[in-house]
Structure formats: C-alpha cells, structure tokens
C-alpha cells in the first residue's frame, strides 16, 4: 500500500475519443508523475507536476495533457484517442525527487482503446 | 539521454537459491540514483531496493543487494533465498541527481526481466 490511488482501474475507450485519467498523491507529496506502460515493456515518462505546474516532459505528443490541483492531486487528459494509446498508465508521487525521494507508484489505471 | 538495458527477459530459479538479474546504464551524468522496481501481476511498482551513485557501498536490504560498478555502467540485482512471492517483473530504472525542480524524479526504466521462482 503506497498510498497512491488511480481511477478508473480499467476502462476501454473508441478511438478518436477523449479520456481523463486520476491520481491522489500521498499525503506530503508535492511531485506527480505519469508514465505510460505499454504490454512487455518498461513504463515511459509522460510528464510531471510541481506545485501545480508541468515541470518536465517526455516524448509525448501535446494531446497529453495534465493538471496538479492544490491538494497535489494530478488528472492525466488524452485527446484523439489512437489504438496506441493502450497501456497501462501509472502515476507516481513524491516530495521533490531531485535527491532521489523515494517515489510511490499508484495501480495504475489500464486503458484499452478500440 | 540516459539509457537501461536488461539483457535478460525471463528467468527462472528454484526456491530458495540465489538469482542474479543484470542491467547495464549509459549516462554522462556522474550524479544520480539506480533502482530495481518489481512489478506483480497485480502492477503496482514497488521499489525493491536503491543506490546512490557517488555510495561505493553496494545496497542491500535483507535478501536483496546489488553489485554497483560505476566505471562499467553495470547495476546488477542478487536475490537470494528465493520465494514463491519474488515472481514478478523487475526493473531497472535510472534517476540523475538534479538541482532544479525540472525533471525531478523523471525515470528511465529498463524493458524489465520476467523471473519465475519455482517451488
């Protein structure tokens, strides 16, 4: 139990469509990231908050998009849906990582697109 | 950019021997943070185990430990007495130390080895 929480758990949109994904850091962290986990492979940064601000991205189109709110916690938004967009999408939370916090990973939410 | 290879995609061990997972890094960085993650059918990542760079010390945390050779870019994984529960998929992820809040925690992640432990 990290105390990372992420909704839906699973869902299964069409292409095309739009989803937005939740987190709830733990209590005291002020960092989320997200990282896309396609099957068989190694999760990949999406990009990370900061005290409510987008503080660093990876290779991702703009139709990623996110917010922190003031409590901390963090939606990941995917527009166009693409068959692509599959995975497993984890959110981590940590007090500022730059000397390497310990970072608490969520369940993850899966999205299926058809 | 920073990357992480693990060379093995699956292994196997009996209960109660010893495995050893590999991870090899490329960097130019001389500050950061290595990891070993394990991920259950159930996915939640958690950490197993983390060292520090600028640590000569090899980590260990009960039956795991590391073998840490800064020069070779290697940051292997020694589990030892294996258990049913230590089937699972690890990973290897990278952090760079930073001063600045950008990319703070952005980790890079190895495409993982599958290990099933075998009664």
């Known amino acids: 139990e990290t105390g990372v929480t992420q909704s839906p758990t699973h869902l299964i949109k069409t292409r095309g469509q739009q989803v937005t994904l939740r987190c709830s850091s733990q209590?005291?962290?002020?960092?989320v990231s997200w990282y896309q986990q396609a099957l068989g492979q190694g999760p990949q940064f999406i990009f990370q908050y900061y005290r409510e601000e987008e503080n660093g991205r990876g290779n991702f189109p703009p139709r990623f998009s996110g917010l922190q709110f003031p409590n901390y916690s963090s939606e990941l938004n995917v527009n166009a849906l693409e068959l692509d967009d599959s995975a497993l999408y984890l959110c981590?939370?940590?007090?500022?990582?730059?000397?390497?916090?310990?970072?608490?990973f969520g369940e993850g939410s899966w999205l299926t697109v058809v | 950019a920073q990357t992480v290879t693990q060379s093995q995609p699956e292994m196997s061990v009996q209960e109660a021997e010893t495995v050893t997972l590999s991870c090899t890094y490329d960097?130019?960085?001389?500050?950061?943070?290595l990891f070993w993650y394990k991920q259950p059918p159930s996915r939640q990542m958690i950490l197993v185990i983390r060292?520090?760079?600028?640590?000569?010390q090899n980590a260990t945390e009960n039956r795991f430990s590391v073998n840490f050779q800064k020069a070779a870019k290697s940051f292997s994984l020694k589990i030892s007495d294996s258990q049913l529960g230590d089937t699972a998929m690890y990973f290897c992820a990278f952090m760079k130390h930073v001063r600045s809040t950008t990319n703070a925690g952005k980790s890079t992640f190895g495409d993982g080895t599958t290990l099933t432990v075998k009664p």
């Open positions: 960097t130019s960085e001389n500050n950061y943070y």
């Open positions: 060292q520090e760079a600028y640590k000569q």
């Open positions: 981590a939370s940590s007090r500022w990582a730059g000397s390497g916090n310990t970072i608490y």
């Open positions: 209590s005291g962290h002020n960092t």
